[in-house]
């Protein structure tokens, strides 16, 4: 069957189109985007503004027409941390369900990083033995282990790119010091949840696997040859720590000059480079797998993981 999954992030609105069954892998057939960038449209209140609203009603209802015609026979539509987190996040749900002409599921945020988990673990297998991951969007970071395809540990914390850059980085290019207060509260927020991962088995594989990190990767880290011939991507700690003074100090317009880097990355990728980076250094890793699965195939395997026992 033809199954299509919604995701209603903080920085995009993306379809992903999949040819799927019980037992098999799915096949990716579109994967459509609107850049929405929603915590550009957060009020001081902490509620998205009607402009915002109205671009993410627009967005959600041009994704269902495409899910309609490509064949979709169910789409899941679910929502993450910039409309859960919202103060009117009820209203904008229910015009967002109203676009969509179904139900919305808006995910928690280990939920989230539970289903991205699933995601790597299939992507790796089983003998990636204990995997650490990190997830980074616009609202928030999520970080799961284990050795299973639940994870022992999963935790998401407010630390988004998006985010991060309206709190912290208000200046284009945003300096030393800004980045230097990002460092410290990011520091500070995620120190105190990072127990448990720690009282775990030293992982042999630590992966990242949003856009963003790909983006990073692509910037600064370098391919491997992996198994079956498919490539590797890797980001170093090191290097990725070499490039933030020099990403704040590019303006924004000039940072999608830069390999890896695409428009819609631009504005957040400094506050996403600063939250991974200390995350990795709290946690001792030298270097992130970048996966080319996520939140969207976990929700995709998920589904069809009930099918078969359905």
Same mark, same amino acid.
């Given at each position: @069957?033809?199954?299509?999954?919604?995701?209603?992030?903080?920085?995009?609105?993306?379809?992903?189109?999949?040819?799927?069954?019980?037992?098999?892998?799915?096949?990716? /057939?579109?994967?459509?985007?609107?850049?929405?960038?929603? @915590?550009?449209?957060?009020?001081?209140?902490?509620?998205?503004?009607?402009? &915002?609203?109205?671009?993410?009603?627009?967005?959600?209802?041009?994704?269902?027409?495409?899910?309609?015609?490509? &064949?979709?026979?169910?789409?899941?539509?679910?929502?993450?941390?910039?409309?859960?987190?919202?103060?009117?996040?009820?209203?904008?749900?229910?015009?967002?369900?109203? !676009?969509?002409?179904?139900?919305?599921?808006?995910?928690?945020?280990?939920?989230?990083? =539970?289903?991205?988990?699933?995601?790597?673990?299939?992507?790796?297998?089983?003998?990636?033995?204990?995997?650490?991951?990190?997830?980074? &969007?616009?609202?928030?970071?999520?970080?799961?282990?284990? !050795?299973?395809?639940?994870?022992?540990?999963?935790?998401?914390?407010?630390?988004?790119?998006?985010?991060?850059?309206?709190?912290?980085?208000?200046?284009?290019?945003?300096?030393?010091?800004?980045?230097?207060?990002?460092?410290?509260?990011?520091?500070?927020?995620?120190?105190?949840?990072?127990?448990?991962?720690?009282?775990? !088995?030293?992982?042999?594989?630590?992966?990242?696997?949003?856009?963003?990190?790909?983006?990073?990767?692509?910037?600064?880290?370098?391919?491997?040859?992996?198994?079956?011939?498919?490539?590797?991507?890797?980001?170093? =700690?090191?290097?990725? &720590?070499?490039?933030?003074?020099?990403?704040?100090?590019?303006?924004? /317009?000039?940072?999608?000059?830069?390999?890896?880097?695409?428009?819609?990355?631009?504005?957040?990728?400094?506050?996403?480079?600063?939250?991974?980076?200390?995350?990795?250094?709290?946690?001792?890793?030298?270097?992130?797998?970048?996966?080319?699965?996520?939140?969207?195939?976990?929700?995709?395997?998920?589904?069809?993981?009930?099918?078969?026992?359905?």
């Amino acid at each position: @069957m033809r199954l299509g999954v919604l995701d209603i992030g903080s920085n995009t609105v993306h379809l992903l189109v999949a040819d799927a069954h019980p037992g098999g892998r799915p096949l990716a /057939s579109t994967s459509t985007r609107t850049v929405l960038r929603l @915590m550009r449209f957060l009020t001081p209140d902490g509620s998205i503004s009607e402009e &915002g609203v109205a671009a993410l009603e627009q967005a959600v209802a041009d994704a269902a027409r495409v899910a309609r015609e490509q &064949g979709v026979d169910e789409l899941l539509a679910t929502a993450t941390s910039a409309v859960r987190e919202a103060t009117n996040g009820d209203g904008v749900i229910a015009r967002i369900e109203a !676009a969509l002409g179904q139900e919305l599921q808006v995910l928690g945020g280990e939920v989230e990083a =539970r289903y991205t988990f699933l995601a790597v673990r299939r992507w790796f297998g089983w003998s990636a033995g204990q995997v650490l991951l990190f997830d980074i &969007g616009g609202g928030s970071l999520e970080i799961a282990a284990g !050795a299973d395809e639940l994870p022992e540990a999963a935790a998401s914390v407010p630390l988004g790119g998006g985010r991060m850059t309206v709190e912290f980085l208000h200046d284009d290019p945003p300096g030393e010091d800004a980045v230097e207060r990002l460092r410290a509260h990011a520091e500070q927020t995620l120190d105190p949840v990072l127990a448990p991962f720690r009282a775990l !088995a030293r992982p042999g594989h630590v992966v990242g696997s949003s856009k963003a990190i790909r983006s990073l990767a692509k910037l600064a880290g370098y391919p491997v040859p992996g198994w079956s011939g498919i490539e590797r991507m890797l980001l170093p =700690r090191a290097a990725l &720590g070499s490039w933030i003074p020099r990403l704040a100090r590019i303006p924004a /317009s000039a940072r999608q000059e830069l390999p890896g880097i695409t428009a819609d990355r631009t504005f957040q990728i400094v506050a996403s480079a600063v939250v991974v980076h200390t995350a990795m250094r709290l946690m001792d890793v030298d270097e992130l797998e970048v996966s080319p699965w996520a939140l969207r195939e976990g929700v995709l395997l998920r589904y069809i993981e009930s099918m078969a026992w359905s």
